[in-house]
């Protein structure tokens, strides 16, 4: 089954909030920034097509997935996979694939450490023995990574249908150095007096994460984590957020808290 789209009705807005508890303030800043990046993936999945369309015919726009490639290694630095969640192909799969994913798990050797190594050697080949013949004339320079970016993405495609809309993204190669560069940066926070371990977490993360198996830990530090805030905006209880925030002990904030829940 494809993921479970986080729900509206889990969105609270300021306006009817009875309590401005630091808490709710949190809350409803992550949610409207998360909304904004989903707005902002309608735009950006549009972006991927028009790259691939337009480099057929203008071969120095294939540059943009040279850019994109350093933008997920640099940010993974300070934030992990952060660029991941707003890339333009990750916004195609999201926007478009999970429309038409079968939603199977993502084959667990896709994901093994031996299998992204193979990956990334096979890109870093290719690049190689492409980009040295031709290296000094830009059009053709652009080609190479028009046709990276056009081959994989058709592999993204094939494997979005039967399995998760962004199995692509578990064996990515940029993704991967992303993941062991940025495991531990920005943590997502999990309050286990909170958390009730319902598992509505794990259906809406788009990388299959479990945050609610951290519990016990407090923190789930996983390098694949996309900071992408559909785990945090989804769970009842608040048990979730990227910045610890003290919950409030005023009865309206909880009450809010328990009817959400239910």
């Not at 062991?180 to 371990?197: S, T």
């Amino acid at each position: 089954m494809p993921l479970e789209e986080t729900p509206m009705s889990l969105v609270s807005h300021s306006s009817t909030a009875p309590t401005q508890c630091p808490q709710c303030v949190q809350m409803q800043t992550i949610q409207d920034r998360y909304w904004t990046r989903q707005g902002m993936k309608m735009i950006l999945w549009v972006l991927l097509l028009l790259i691939l369309v337009v480099g057929w015919f203008v071969p120095a726009w294939g540059f943009i997935l040279l850019g994109c490639m350093a933008a997920a290694v640099g940010v993974a630095f300070f934030r992990g996979r952060a660029w991941c969640d707003v890339c333009p192909r990750g916004a195609f799969f999201d926007v478009l694939m999970h429309r038409m994913s079968q939603g199977r798990p993502i084959p667990r050797f896709l994901r093994s450490p031996a299998f992204r190594l193979l990956m990334l050697a096979v890109l870093m080949t290719v690049m190689v023995v492409r980009l040295t013949p031709v290296w000094g004339d830009l059009p053709k320079m652009g080609m190479v990574f028009w046709m990276i970016l056009a081959v994989t993405t058709v592999v993204g495609v094939i494997l979005a249908i039967p399995f998760n809309a962004r199995t692509w993204c578990a064996l990515c190669p940029m993704g991967s150095m992303a993941y062991w560069i940025g495991r531990g940066k920005q943590p997502l926070a999990v309050d286990r007096e909170q958390c009730n371990a319902c598992g509505r977490c794990a259906r809406v993360c788009p990388m299959e994460l479990y945050p609610g198996a951290h519990r016990e830990e407090g923190v789930m530090t996983h390098g694949d984590c996309l900071k992408c805030s559909s785990c945090v905006v989804a769970c009842p209880r608040q048990a979730l957020s990227f910045e610890k925030v003290p919950h409030s002990d005023e009865p309206d904030c909880v009450a809010v808290n328990q009817s959400e829940a239910s």
